[in-house]
């Protein structure tokens, strides 16, 4: 309890008999091989968590399928979609006039509005392929596999890379359970069980 109300929860909330002390949580938000994918320190800092991950995760996908994007001769496209993007409002609005003046606002733009999630993607990869963001609420992940598995049966591209990804920095572990709503009432997701009463909302990253 202590360190839920260090990390911001009022003793009142935490007290009462709806609070629900559950959440996924996705560890190393700060980690980010930064020179792998050609940028220093500083400006991967200046970049959503979000398109960090998904970046990284991308190229593990291409890893894991033992394809080389520099030595592929066909095209490789990207369908992706991400999560509202709370980094900028809790960490770069508070250095808002230093970074502003270091990178400029459309530098930071690319780096943190989810429309350049594909894009950036495949410009640090380096794949030529079509790049299409893909926003449907809770579908988003699932909408871009398929919109990946259309474009590869289209012939739009010989590679398709789908998935999406959602962070929130600064986690709280926990939240209000409100009869009707969407969370769980109990911090537990049953999903098809007659006892099931919702989900947990938290972190999360995938590309296949």
Known sequence: DEELIQAGVKPQTLAAPNYVKAAVLLEDLDKFDASFFGLNPREAEAIDPQQRFF???????????????????????????GGTNLYMAQNIYSNAAELFSQFGTFQLQLGNDRDFLATKAAYHLNLTGPC?????????????????VQGLTNYECDIALGGGVRIVPNPVNGYSYHEGGIQSADGHVRAFDENGSGMIGGSGVGVV
């Open 55 to 81: 970046l990284e995760c991308a190229w593990e996908a291409l890893e894991d399928a033992a394809y080389n994007p520099d030595k592929f001769d066909g095209t490789i496209g990207v369908y992706a979609g």
């Open 132 to 148: 299409m963001n893909i926003l449907t609420a809770c579908s988003t992940s699932l909408v871009a596999i398929h919109q990946a």
